[in-house]
């Protein structure tokens, strides 16, 4: 039972061996009338009906946590709308549809409060000060928690600069921090991190993050492989999520699509779990359909062996050349650095982030 002073989100996390998050947002919102370069963060004041819909759908199919449509939350990313007045109000909205929701459930389920990347590039590349990004991203916090988010989300994320400054910034709201990368360029994030370089950051935060992992990136194989090597970066005593795209975005018609299947997400599921993951779900394309059946695929496993190169291509697909090299820890880790090096090999080429190719999401 919880207790009225405990967190939703450490509740669960204390008290069950493996927690379904949810699906994606921005690609589900499509379906339902959003126009590509839209905010769907707007949704929250003109169709929050239809938000807590998306919601409903997850919680009915299984999920256990509920991530808020705020991904595009920051003043930063709604400056592009100009609606970066309605930062406090848009993000307090989005956690209270989604508080709404969970109540309702009769069972516990935790609010996370999406946080994505401002957009901007930091210091000393870009403009942005370590300063600015922690301020936005700690008003962000502050309103997702007015509303009644139990954990704050950060995802999606590719630079060190920005990891820091978003911890350090949602640390102002007192909450949880759960962190994921989208590891989506040959095995690394856009701005080169791979999972041991990830490790070494998450043990220099402060606060410490009570989740991290992966999410968006490629496909459903690369997210397992890079589930696997982040476990051997750090260890069992982390907590990891793996929330991975529903397959690989593919034009049709001149719309994005994902071509993972319901069977495809059942099988990732398990092999996320297996990898060492404890919180998965799923990102860009995984509609409810999908995420029902992560959770009766979920229901029905007992955690097994680790699976190696061979399970994961054998049954998902390819992996890129760098997750490979990354593969085996520290031995390997000097073949892994090379491998990045050449981001136009392998999968690289073809990978674009969801934030890049048109899909206002990567949640
Ligand atoms: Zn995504």
């Given at each position: 039972m919880l207790n009225p002073s405990e967190n939703r989100f450490s509740h669960l996390l204390a008290t069950r061996p493996w927690l379904l998050a949810d699906g994606a947002t921005g690609s589900n919102l499509f379906d339902v009338g959003l126009v590509s370069g839209d905010a769907p963060e707007l949704w929250n004041t003109e169709h929050p009906d239809r938000i807590a819909a998306l919601h409903q759908s997850f919680v009915d199919a299984g999920a256990d946590i509920l991530l808020t449509n705020s991904f595009g939350g920051t003043v930063y990313r709604l400056k592009l709308h100009n609606a970066q007045a309605r930062m406090a109000e848009l993000n307090t909205l989005a956690a209270q549809i989604a508080r709404r929701v969970a109540d309702a459930s009769g069972r516990t389920i935790a609010v996370a409060g999406s946080m994505g990347p401002t957009g901007e590039i930091m210091e000393p590349i870009g403009p942005l000060t370590f300063g600015e990004a922690k301020a936005a991203f700690a008003e962000q916090a502050l309103a997702l928690k007015a509303g009644g988010a139990d954990v704050l989300w950060i995802e999606t994320m590719s630079s060190r600069e920005e990891v820091e400054a978003a911890v350090a910034g949602a640390a102002a709201a007192d909450l949880p921090i759960v962190c994921t990368l989208s590891f989506d360029t040959n095995g690394r994030t856009m701005m080169g991190i791979s999972p041991s370089d990830f490790s070494a950051i998450e043990q220099s935060?402060?606060?410490?993050?009570a989740a991290c992992g992966t999410n968006c990136g490629v496909g459903a194989s690369e997210v397992v492989a890079c589930i696997h090597n982040l476990a051997e970066a750090m260890g069992p005593d982390v907590v990891l999520v793996a929330k991975g795209n529903c397959g690989i975005p593919q034009y049709v018609d001149g719309a994005i699509c994902y071509n993972g299947t319901p069977e495809i997400m059942a099988l990732y599921a398990r092999m996320a779990l297996d990898a060492g993951a404890r919180i998965i779900g799923g990102c860009c394309g995984t509609s409810a359909k999908h995420l029902r059946a992560m959770r009766e695929a979920l229901e029905s496993h007992t955690r097994s062996a680790s699976p190696t190169l061979e399970d994961i291509t054998s049954q998902l697909g390819e992996v890129s050349t760098g997750a490979r090299a990354q593969w085996g820890g520290a031995h390997s880790r000097a073949a892994g650095a090379a491998a990045g090096?050449?981001?136009?090999?392998?999968?690289g080429a073809r990978t674009r982030r969801s934030t890049d190719s048109g899909t206002p999401d990567g949640a």
């Open positions: 935060l402060s606060p410490r993050l090096a050449n981001l136009s090999r392998g999968r």
